[in-house]
């Protein structure tokens, strides 16, 4: 898979020039909340010393402006920081999800089919939302604390250079824990990553074949499997945890440390720099170290912007300009294609009205075949072309235009009947819905009628013919259908078969048979492909058997 930075895929979409305000605002207002800090540290200090000494000749007054100064000054940066930020989140989310909708269309037959079951829409939406999201949780975060840190320990160094040195030197040291913390936590979330993995795997596989488990009195045993997955899965959550706890204690430790540091070493240079000005510089510090102990929580969502960026990367790739689509292909073309289980090589092209047979004994390939010619299941480089150009090459939008593959089991929305059969004819009426499930033998099944999660509400049967209903609507040039009489009475099989060459004059029909089903056709094919260890190919009703280039 191709691989993207999160900050290249924000460039491309964010405007430059609210990224820059927002990581301007946001230092400006870390710097007044330092500034804030350390002025009211002073500012109390002096009061209490000037109180004690009975000093009236000294003004409070304008150390008491620049402290209510600061404040508000912070208060505002904040907000406008938050309006820049959200700004640039809603026009990063719009940007990104525009393009990456359109890399979509973009994606190869085989590469869509990976998305299916939600991957898609939790691409656009979550990953899109945690990248657009870098420049509010992360950049703009960690460049003011990133400059607010240098600012402050350079003013140490001004003052005392001994001082902004062992300060430096105590950063740096809180830094390279926040980054072992960090690595440590990250190994343990993949590690629960891949056993959550294996829990659903069990817990599914489970689900499944739960009646085969209690025939066999496995149950027990599936059930310690699980729970032991879920241990696993817990385990590596307790240490991801674990390691984030200590990392944080670390940083705590070493703020801590640091602050006392600058404490004993202005307090031993005293009466070189006042008590007021020490406890200044010990504020200044906790300031610093405030935003450094954010620092575990900013490498979070950098790493989690970087995973959301490697995931989006395919339809980034894929993304293309408006208007640039390839024009639709109209036929497909096997060219030395191996057939499965077999040395012969298949040669033959599919296009124009007519009707392709494949048949074959059960495991010969017939579905992969198909998969092949549709872009979804791998083939040797070449070997599949559609007009003239490899299917894998192609994006999936150009496929689709031409090839419209029902497989064995296709996949049905857990929705309306009609909602399915409008997915591939928004603009069809009931009229023409009901004229698609007439066709495939289903006119007593009402629209309205909910097909459940994958169309488990119907039976095996139904699901293939509203997949081949949904397909019908398409009108495409080239149709594929894999067994689409596969469980259905010999009346209904041959309604259907005799129906769809009618229904779709102007479309070329490859259909998958068993080898007893070939009887249900009352029209002869313009070719047969028998598929084993020979391949046999009829044309006009006389057959011959050849080994094709092999």
Same mark, same amino acid.
């Given at each position: 898979m191709n691989r993207?930075?999160?900050?290249?895929?924000?460039?491309?979409?964010?405007?430059?020039?609210?990224?820059?305000?927002?990581?301007?605002?946001?230092?400006?207002?870390?710097?007044?909340?330092?500034?804030?800090?350390?002025?009211?540290?002073?500012?109390?200090?002096?009061?209490?010393?000037?109180?004690?000494?009975?000093?009236?000749?000294?003004?409070?007054?304008y150390p008491s402006g620049a402290v209510r100064a600061l404040a508000l000054t912070r208060t505002g940066l904040r907000y406008l920081e938050r309006l820049a930020n959200h700004r640039t989140l809603l026009a990063t989310q719009v940007a990104l999800r525009a393009r990456l909708a359109r890399g979509a269309a973009g994606l190869t037959p085989r590469q869509l089919r990976g998305q299916r079951d939600g991957t898609l829409l939790t691409l656009l939406t979550a990953d899109v939302e945690t990248v657009a999201g870098l420049p509010a949780n992360a950049v703009a975060p960690l460049v003011a604390a990133v400059m607010t840190a240098c600012l402050v320990d350079a003013l140490l160094l001004w003052a005392m250079p001994v001082l902004g040195i062992a300060e430096l030197i105590v950063w740096a040291v809180g830094?390279?824990?926040?980054?072992?913390?960090?690595?440590?936590?990250?190994?343990?979330?993949?590690?629960?990553?891949?056993?959550?993995?294996?829990?659903?795997?069990?817990?599914?596989?489970?689900r499944a074949a739960f009646n085969e488990l209690r025939c066999l009195d496995a149950l027990p045993q599936a059930q310690r499997t699980a729970t032991s997955a879920m241990a696993a899965v817990e385990s590596a959550e307790w240490a991801a945890a674990r390691a984030e706890r200590h990392g944080r204690l670390a940083l705590r430790l070493l703020a801590a440390l640091g602050q006392a540091a600058v404490l004993v070493i202005a307090l031993r240079a005293a009466p070189a720099q006042p008590i007021a000005v020490v406890v200044g510089e010990v504020l200044l510090v906790a300031a610093g170290w405030e935003l450094l102990e954010r620092l575990p929580g900013l490498m979070q969502h950098l790493a989690q912007a970087r995973d959301a960026a490697g995931r989006l990367a395919p339809l980034a790739a894929a993304a293309h300009p408006a208007g640039q689509r390839r024009e639709a292909v109209r036929s497909v073309k096997t060219d030395g294609l191996p057939l499965i289980g077999s040395p012969a090589e298949l040669t033959m092209t $599919? +296009?124009?009205?007519? @009707?392709? %047979?494949? *048949?074959?004994?059960?495991?010969? =390939?017939?579905?992969?075949?198909? !998969? &092949?010619?549709?872009?979804?299941?791998?083939?040797?480089?070449?070997?599949?072309?559609?007009?003239?150009?490899?299917?894998?090459?192609?994006?999936?939008?150009?496929?689709?235009?031409?090839?419209?593959?029902?497989?064995?089991?296709?996949?049905?929305?857990?929705?309306?009947?009609?909602?399915?059969?409008?997915?591939?004819?928004?603009?069809?009426?009931?009229?023409?819905?009901?004229?698609?499930?007439?066709? $495939? +033998?289903?006119?007593? @099944?009402? %629209?309205? *009628?909910?097909?459940?999660?994958? =169309?488990?509400?119907?039976?095996? !049967? &139904?699901?293939?013919?509203?997949?081949?209903?949904?397909?019908?609507?398409?009108?495409?040039?080239?149709?594929?259908?894999?067994?689409?009489?596969?469980?259905?009475?010999?009346?209904?099989?041959?309604?259907?078969?005799?129906a769809l060459p009618e229904a779709l004059p102007e479309t070329a029909l490859v259909i998958a048979l068993q080898e007893q089903d070939l009887d249900l056709l009352d029209d002869t094919p313009t070719t047969v492909v028998r598929l084993g260890r020979t391949a046999e190919r009829q044309h006009n009703g006389k057959r011959t058997a050849e080994h094709v280039r092999g």
């Open positions: 993207i930075s999160a900050w290249r895929l924000l460039r491309t979409a964010a405007p430059r020039r609210a990224l820059l305000t927002g990581m301007l605002f946001a230092t400006a207002a870390e710097l007044s909340g330092a500034a804030l800090l350390g002025v009211s540290g002073w500012f109390l200090t002096t009061c209490a010393v000037v109180t004690l000494q009975a000093n009236t000749t000294w003004s409070w007054m830094l390279a824990c926040a980054r072992h913390a960090h690595h440590r936590a990250r190994t343990h979330l993949a590690d629960a990553a891949d056993a959550g993995a294996a829990l659903r795997t069990v817990l599914l596989g489970s $599919v +296009g124009g009205p007519g @009707l392709v %047979l494949v *048949t074959g004994p059960n495991g010969s =390939g017939k579905s992969t075949l198909l !998969g &092949q010619l549709a872009g979804r299941v791998p083939a040797p480089a070449g070997t599949v072309l559609l007009d003239g150009t490899s299917v894998h090459e192609l994006p999936a939008s150009a496929v689709a235009e031409t090839v419209t593959l029902v497989e064995a089991d296709d996949w049905l929305a857990d929705d309306t009947v009609a909602a399915n059969l409008l997915q591939a004819a928004p603009s069809a009426d009931t009229t023409a819905l009901r004229d698609a499930l007439e066709l $495939v +033998g289903l006119s007593a @099944l009402p %629209l309205a *009628t909910a097909v459940g999660p994958g =169309g488990r509400l119907l039976s095996q !049967g &139904q699901r293939r013919r509203l997949a081949t209903a949904r397909a019908v609507l398409r009108r495409p040039p080239i149709l594929l259908l894999d067994e689409p009489v596969a469980g259905l009475d010999r009346p209904t099989a041959e309604a259907l078969l005799a």
